[in-house]
């Protein structure tokens, strides 16, 4: 049914989650894998004497995301998963469009992606991409919800 499953990572336990899910829908329905990792670049700080600066640490950001999407391709070629990677960037803090403007270019017909499953106050200051992305994707959208964790008894 799926033949091209494109599966946003970021190195986090949330994306992990959905990334085992994408790994494992792809073996089964023999789909090609499209791991993708969105550098947000855009940092804005204010420093000591009140001013707005931009910092530049996008190198290192872009580092890591080769990193995970190495990681990500190794992990679905172990599962006898046929993958690729792409790596791009977001200047504006809109990961979500990045993500919904890769779906034409890799001719996706699915998106897997782990999600936070926030509600309430941390929805609204942490906001969601998948959310956005489910709600505005021409093409179906898995959501992974990563397992809460056990909170600690004091």
């Given at each position: 049914?799926?033949k091209?499953?494109?599966?946003?990572?970021?190195?986090?336990?949330t994306?992990?989650?959905?990334?085992?899910?994408?790994?494992?829908?792809?073996?089964?329905?023999?789909a090609?894998l499209h791991?993708?990792?969105v550098v947000?670049?855009?940092?804005?700080?204010?420093?000591?004497t009140?001013?707005?600066?931009?910092?530049d640490?996008?190198d290192?950001?872009r580092?890591?995301?080769?990193?995970?999407?190495?990681?990500a391709?190794?992990t679905a070629?172990?599962?006898?998963?046929s993958a690729s990677?792409?790596?791009?960037?977001?200047?504006?803090?809109?990961?979500y469009?990045?993500?919904?403007?890769h779906?034409n270019?890799?001719?996706?017909?699915?998106?897997v992606?782990?999600?936070?499953?926030?509600?309430?106050?941390?929805?609204l200051?942490?906001?969601?991409?998948?959310?956005?992305?489910a709600r505005?994707?021409?093409?179906?959208?898995?959501?992974v919800?990563t397992k809460?964790?056990a909170?600690?008894?004091?």
């Amino acid at each position: 049914m799926y033949k091209q499953i494109l599966c946003p990572v970021d190195g986090s336990s949330t994306s992990d989650s959905g990334m085992t899910h994408a790994i494992a829908l792809a073996k089964d329905q023999k789909a090609h894998l499209h791991f993708l990792h969105v550098v947000d670049s855009y940092f804005p700080v204010v420093d000591v004497t009140g001013d707005l600066n931009y910092i530049d640490i996008t190198d290192r950001l872009r580092e890591h995301g080769k990193e995970i999407l190495t990681q990500a391709t190794e992990t679905a070629k172990l599962a006898g998963v046929s993958a690729s990677a792409k790596l791009v960037a977001s200047t504006r803090g809109q990961i979500y469009k990045c993500i919904l403007n890769h779906v034409n270019k890799c001719h996706a017909d699915l998106i897997v992606m782990g999600t936070h499953g926030l509600r309430g106050i941390e929805r609204l200051v942490m906001g969601s991409d998948a959310e956005t992305i489910a709600r505005t994707s021409p093409v179906p959208v898995l959501l992974v919800r990563t397992k809460p964790r056990a909170k600690k008894k004091s």
